[in-house]
Structures are given as structure tokens and as C-alpha cells.
């Protein structure tokens, strides 16, 4: 499949895209392009690629890193002159420096790319400049260029795919001898595509009342860290930094008025000492790492963050006194802090006490109601505590109000059959393979249910499951008409 995935992208843009993780160059919505891809077209293609990644790449499943990125990312979004555009935005467990746009709104972040941001304002910056990579209809425009191609040049495209389909090496080989000739011809459209995408996002970074001054800070640190490795950090490899583009955004940022204070998270120094605990190899190095930083700074750390960081280690390392005494300590400095509640009911599920554990999601529920961090861990909590009912029960409620994502239709698809509810169970687990991209699973799930279930749906049941499977057969059929599947 990546195989498959790399020659695609050749084949349209003649120009490296996954293999390099650097934006995928597919149409947008609502330009000269549309004839090419249909908006559909795209929203699907955008959906079987983030499909693909979720199976080739180590996606960080961390609800409330999740969360954060989903934060970050749609506060920016909001800010945009084209905000019609559904997004969505995830981390890789990969500590190299990079993010990368695809199809239908898809942003990935590397976890080297928050690890490295020196403030949320420039990690904002990265993800805006992804953002408006969509906004702007870059890739429409990349794909309406290459319709331009030579024939000749699409026929050695196409012979390359067919030699890939017999020696994937030799395909891969032949589509980057072809690719040689048509790259040269892009650099004057990337370049364009990327300062505008310094620009655009800039204006996301100002309305969205971040730093402006992020994007050009991260952009800096960046050209000069590389200065002292072999090769260059993968984003700046895929989204290439000259001097004047640099200066160009500096000035753009000096003509706009400085504010006494940007609206920053405390979100992003929490979140990024829990990625850099996970990305330790040994969890006692993560934990000599904490220890070594607050020992710099004698133990003052106003904002906890430090302490987070080391009891998060401590926990990895099985030290849990340890981190129980330090997460206490820091709930009595703000007992309201949600990431402070989460890392101390995760200590007592790490050691099976389980009603201590849930003590706490009560206590952090009471403040935080429909926040989705919190209510998958409280649910896998009770799954774990074998309460399926209650798990159940506040899985439901917040899908009253919430979209519903894989990891819930997971645990409610795991609760009702623990509950003893085998068909809520299979509609649950239906959903859960459509979401997938699995919409032949989906169907086959639901068709079960119907003709072999024991005991068999209700008249409320049936109905359901009837409106749902002809919604998945439809869809199954656009996926058909679009050759995003076979018959």
C-alpha cells in the first residue's frame, strides 16, 4: 500500500511527496481545478491516506495530546477567511522536526515539532502555515499544473507505475529519473506556494492572537540548528527556508503592531513535557532529565512544569510514590489543573486502584463535563474496573453532544458487549470500521446483526441499523464511482 500511495503521488505531481512527508498536492474547493478532482473526490482521497498513515506511522493515540493538537489547530482554523473546510490535525511519535498537509485537511505534526517549539506562538506558526496550505488551494493548483504536462512525460509517468507493479525498486527508480526533468520546472510554484503560506498564516498567527513573531522565531531556530547536522530537519527539506524568506516574514511581522500579551495555553508546556518523557527510550533517563532540570533551577518551578514532567516519568519508570507525591503536591497548588487530575488517576490505574482512580475522574467530571480526554480515560478506567454499564452510560452521553472518533466507538463497541448488549455492540463496532475506511467491514457487521445475531435486534434496532446501512451502501458506492475501491 505505501508503495502503491508513493507511485500515486508520483504519477500526479511528478514531484516527491510522502517519501519526503512534505505536502500532498491535491485539489482544493472551488477553483479552476475542480474538473480534475471533485470536492468529494478529495474529502475521500483525504480520508484514505490519513486511513494508510494510521496503519504505516506511530500516530501518538494520547487523547489529550490529540486534544491539544485539535485545539491548536481548529483556534487557527477559525481565524481563516475559508473556514468551510473540515480539518484534521494529529501527532506522530517521531522526535524529527516536521509537519505535512494532504487531501480533505489532514495535518500531521512530528512530536519533534512541538518538543522543539520554544513557545505555543511557534508551534502555531507550523501548523498555520499547514493550514493555509489548504486555505490557499495549493494543492488544486499544483494538480491543475501538472494536468499541463507533456504526454509524453505522463506515458514515462504511467510506464513507471507498471514497471513498480512487477519491481517496486526498479518503478521507484524509473519514476525518479522522470521525475528529474518536470521538478525543475515547480520551483518557481513552490516557492510561490510557500511564501504565501508564511503569509496567510501569519494573519491566521495574528487573528488568532498568537505571536506572529512565532512563525519566523521557529523558521530562525530552525536554519540555524541544521547548520550543525549532516542533513537538514525534514521540514526544511520538504518546505525549503532561504534569507529572504526569512527576512521577508520578519518584516512582515514588524509591520504589525506589537500587543502586550498573546493568548498562549498553559496547555503547551504541559503537553510537551509529557511527549518528551514518552520519547525517552529508558524511562529513568526521562526521569534524570527532570530531575537534572530542576536541579538547575533550584527547585523553583512556579508553574509545575518540571514536577509534571518527572512525576509523568516517574510513573514510566513504576515509581509511583513518587509520582503520587508530586502530583499531590501539585493539586494543592491548583486543584483544578485537568492534566494534573488525569496523571494522578492514571498513577492508581497503573497499580489496579481502580476506586481511587475513579474518586478522582468524579472529581475532575464535576469540572470538566464533555472533555474528551477525560471521558475516554474515565471510561477505560471503568471498562477496566469492570463497570461496562457506567462506562457505557458516559460514553453515550457525551456522544450526545461530541462527534464521535475511533477510540469511542472502541470502547463503546467493548462495553456494550460487556454489558450484554452483543447487537448495540456490533452497530458500535460497525461504525467503528466505517470511521476506519472500512466501509465493506461496516456493511458485512451490520448485515450480520440483521440475519445472524442471537437474540436478534428489536423493531428500534432494526430500524437503526437499516438507516445506517443504506447511508454505508451509498457510500460504499461513491467510493466505487471515485475508483477509490473496487466493485
Keep these: 500500500m505505501r508503495t502503491i500511495l508513493l507511485l500515486l503521488c508520483a504519477w500526479l505531481y511528478a514531484a516527491p511527496c510522502l517519501a519526503e512527508t512534505t505536502t500532498l498536492d491535491l485539489p482544493s474547493i472551488g477553483d479552476s481545478t475542480g474538473s480534475i478532482f471533485s470536492p468529494e473526490y478529495e474529502r475521500r482521497l483525504g480520508q484514505a491516506f490519513l486511513n494508510h498513515v494510521r496503519k504505516q506511522a506511530d500516530i501518538i493515540d494520547d487523547p489529550e495530546i490529540e486534544t491539544y493538537a485539535q485545539s491548536v489547530g481548529y483556534r487557527l482554523v477559525a481565524n481563516s477567511d475559508n473556514n468551510t473546510q473540515a480539518f484534521t490535525f494529529f501527532v506522530i511519535n517521531d522526535p524529527l522536526i516536521n509537519a505535512f498537509a494532504a487531501p480533505g485537511g489532514i495535518v500531521g505534526l512530528n512530536a519533534g515539532t512541538i518538543i522543539n517549539a520554544g513557545s505555543e506562538s511557534e508551534l502555531a506558526g507550523v501548523v498555520a502555515h499547514e493550514i493555509a496550505h489548504v486555505t490557499q488551494k495549493h494543492m488544486a493548483r499544483s494538480a491543475e499544473m501538472q494536468s499541463k504536462l507533456s504526454l ?222 477525560l471521558v475516554l480515560n474515565f471510561s477505560r478506567t471503568l471498562l477496566q474496573a469492570r463497570q461496562p454499564e457506567r462506562a457505557r452510560d458516559l460514553l453515550k452521553k457525551y456522544g450526545k453532544y461530541a462527534e464521535p472518533d475511533l477510540t469511542y466507538y472502541d470502547y463503546l463497541t467493548r462495553a456494550e458487549a460487556e454489558s450484554g448488549n452483543p447487537v448495540e455492540a456490533g452497530m458500535a463496532n460497525a461504525e467503528y470500521y466505517f470511521l476506519s475506511g472500512e466501509t465493506r467491514v461496516a456493511i458485512e457487521r451490520l448485515r450480520y446483526i440483521i440475519t445472524q445475531e442471537r437474540p436478534p435486534p428489536d423493531y428500534y434496532q432494526q430500524e437503526r441499523i437499516r438507516a445506517r446501512l443504506a447511508y454505508f451502501e451509498q457510500e460504499l458506492q461513491i467510493e466505487i464511482d471515485l475508483k477509490l475501491t473496487e466493485r
Excluded: C, W
Design 152 to 373: 509524453p512525460l505522463m506515458a514515462a509517468l504511467l510506464g513507471a507505475i507498471l514497471i513498480a507493479t512487477q519491481n517496486p525498486d526498479a518503478g521507484m527508480a524509473a519514476i525518479t529519473a522522470v521525475q528529474g526533468g518536470a521538478a525543475q520546472a515547480q520551483i518557481n510554484f513552490t516557492r510561490h506556494n510557500e511564501e504565501e503560506a508564511d503569509r496567510v498564516g501569519m494573519q491566521l498567527l495574528e487573528r488568532a492572537n498568537f505571536d506572529p513573531q512565532g512563525m519566523p522565531g521557529f523558521f530562525e531556530k530552525l536554519q540555524k540548528n541544521s547548520r550543525y547536522f549532516a542533513q537538514a530537519p525534514e521540514f526544511l527539506r520538504s518546505h525549503p527556508l532561504t534569507t529572504r524568506r526569512i527576512a521577508d516574514s520578519q518584516a512582515r511581522v514588524a509591520a504589525i503592531p506589537r500587543k502586550d500579551k498573546y493568548d498562549e495555553s498553559a496547555a503547551f508546556a504541559l503537553i510537551r513535557a509529557k511527549l518528551l518523557v514518552q520519547g525517552f527510550r529508558k524511562p529513568d533517563d526521562a526521569v534524570n532529565h527532570f530531575r537534572d532540570k530542576l536541579a538547575q533551577v533550584e527547585n523553583v518551578d512556579p508553574d509545575g512544569v518540571l514536577r509534571y514532567g518527572l512525576a509523568l516519568a516517574l510513573l514510566e519508570d513504576k515509581q509511583y510514590d513518587g509520582a503520587r507525591e508530586l502530583l499531590n503536591g501539585l493539586l494543592a497548588e491548583r486543584r483544578e489543573n485537568v492534566s494534573f487530575l488525569l496523571a494522578a488517576a492514571e498513577v492508581e490505574v497503573r497499580q489496579n486502584r481502580f476506586a481511587e482512580a475513579i474518586k478522582i475522574y468524579e472529581r475532575a467530571e464535576k469540572l470538566y463535563p464533555d472533555y474528551r480526554p
